[in-house]
């Protein structure tokens, strides 16, 4: 059981990291590293268009990127770990594990991560004003612990207890409130900031399709074994 969690987990995590780096390379870099310019100031944003400042070149960063992609396979790893766990004891419960189901766990993995917490707590930009990182940090831990096992619930639960349960904690996170900045401002125009939070969110949808496909795939070869 340990060695399929581990394979499963290591394969599925490090192929859906190289696509997430490979995605956040394409769509998301681009938008991040004018996001810079701007915070450094060598773009200055006037309300109607952006102004260059001149003798600040837009520079790319091959160990930055190197770094990027390496992050990226090790955390979609380790959150691969932490899905297949979880299909372990779905599977204990009686619930079938393959591809298709694995989809599923892949888009309930990026609802619980990603999705939820950008719901009152979207991706930000350097330059865009946010409140203390520290209260950020706590505020999206609660909330992804609060969602997971709300979805659990739905998923697992019978009753109509249980459904009820799981909406409480879905929404109990975001009718609380996430830490705020007392003022929205920042020199990244608000559209950049919009287009990053989008195209992180995409890259990350897609990401998790493929990290829970390819785990309920790995899983489901094995089980005969």
């Known amino acids: 059981m340990f060695q399929k969690l581990l394979t499963s987990a290591l394969f599925a995590g490090f192929v859906a990291g190289l696509a997430a780096a490979a995605l956040q390379l394409v769509f998301v870099q681009p938008t991040l590293l004018r996001s810079e310019l701007f915070e450094s100031g060598a773009l200055v944003h006037f309300g109607s268009g952006s102004t260059p400042v001149p003798d600040m070149p837009f520079a790319i960063d091959p160990v930055r990127d190197a770094l990027s992609v390496l992050f990226s396979a090790l955390i979609y790893s380790g959150y691969g770990m932490m899905l297949v766990a979880l299909m372990a004891l779905a599977q204990a ?3 079938q594990i393959n591809a298709r189901t694995g989809l599923i766990w892949g888009i309930a993995g990026f609802v619980a991560v990603q999705f939820a917490p950008a719901f009152s707590l979207p991706p930000e930009l350097p330059g865009n004003a946010a409140a203390e ?3 950020r940090q706590v505020w999206w831990f609660a909330t992804l612990a609060v969602t997971a096992a709300g ?3 739905l998923a697992f639960g ?15 996170p975001h009718a609380f409130g996430a830490p705020e900045h007392a003022d929205y401002v920042g020199p990244v125009p608000p559209e950049l900031a919009g287009l990053f939070a989008a195209r992180a969110l995409g890259v990350g949808l897609m990401a998790w399709a493929i990290l829970g496909t390819l785990a309920g795939y790995i899983w489901s070869r094995e089980e005969p074994a």
């Open 133 to 135: 990182v520290g209260a």
């Open 93 to 95: 419960r009686g619930a």
């Open 158 to 172: 019978k009753g109509w207890v249980p459904v009820a349960t799981a909406v409480v904690l879905i929404l109990a």
């Open 151 to 153: 979805l659990w619930l």
